[in-house]
T-cell receptor, first 113, second 109 residues
Framework: DTEVTQTPKHLVMGMTNKKSLKCEQH?????MYWYKQKAKKPPELMFV???????INESVPSRFSPECPNSSLLNLHLHALQPEDSALYLCASRSRTKNTEAFFGQGTRLTVV | DAKTTQPNSMESNEEEPVHLPCNHS???????IHWYRQLPSQGPEYVIHGLTSNVNNRMASLAIAEDRKSSTLILHRATLRDAAVYYCILLNTGNQFYFGTGTSLTVIP
């Protein structure tokens, strides 16, 4: 199984809602990533987890709250988002061994209304 | 974060080779050079990666300059399915994985 599965595929939420994005992989990868991608722009790194611990936070606003409950699962909790947070949110995973590639999910298309 | 620079767009005729360049002049000795591509409305897909030597796989070849300050992704025979945005990325020891601006490849039938 070489897939990274993201759910849901699409999400529409109001600015006062609380929602969560989910990412799952069963490749035994111990590095997991969240990216945000606006239309026609490259993905921007948000968070990196290494061995289930947050290792990089790219100064992301606190309305985005990541969580890594176990080595297969990565969540992104959303609260009080703004319309400008609408984007494609991508999850990726890779082995901690340096000479390996990353696997990306298909993303969650988020619209904040 | 080590940066990469790529041309914004390139065109190629179908079934001809394509050379996609990437400059990474601030690369450190332990950074791996990765290439990914992204089709519309999909997540990025791994293409190839290398450290110092040229690399080949079923999808492409990667040519790395001797000083490692640049690299070139080579698609040997472009097909319409190769039309995508191609990203050159440096992976460092801190597991940081930053995308550059990418090159949008158009394949002309």
């Amino acid at each position: 199984d070489t897939e990274v599965t993201q759910t849901p595929k699409h999400l529409v939420m109001g600015m006062t809602n609380k929602k969560s994005l989910k990412c799952e992989q069963h490749m035994g990868h111990r590095a997991m990533y969240w990216y945000k991608q606006k239309a026609k722009k490259p993905p921007e790194l948000m968070f990196v987890y290494s061995y289930e611990k947050l290792s990089i936070n790219e100064s992301v606003p606190s309305r985005f709250s990541p969580e890594c409950p176990n080595s297969s699962l990565l969540n992104l909790h959303l609260h009080a988002l703004q319309p400008e947070d609408s984007a494609l949110y991508l999850c990726a995973s890779r082995s901690r061994t340096k000479n390996t590639e990353a696997f990306f999910g298909q993303g969650t298309r988020l619209t904040v209304v | 974060d080590a940066k990469t620079t790529q041309p914004n767009s390139m065109e190629s005729n179908e079934e001809e080779p394509v050379h996609l360049p990437c400059n990474h002049s601030t690369i450190s000795g332990t950074d791996y050079i990765h290439w990914y591509r992204q089709l519309p409305s999909q997540g990025p897909e791994y293409v190839i990666h290398g450290l110092t030597s040229n690399v080949n796989n079923r999808m492409a070849s990667l040519a790395i300059a001797e000083d490692r300050k640049s690299s070139t992704l080579i698609l040997h025979r472009a097909t319409l399915r190769d039309a995508a945005v191609y990203y050159c990325i440096l992976l460092n020891t801190g597991n940081q994985f930053y995308f550059g601006t990418g090159t949008s490849l158009t394949v002309i039938p």
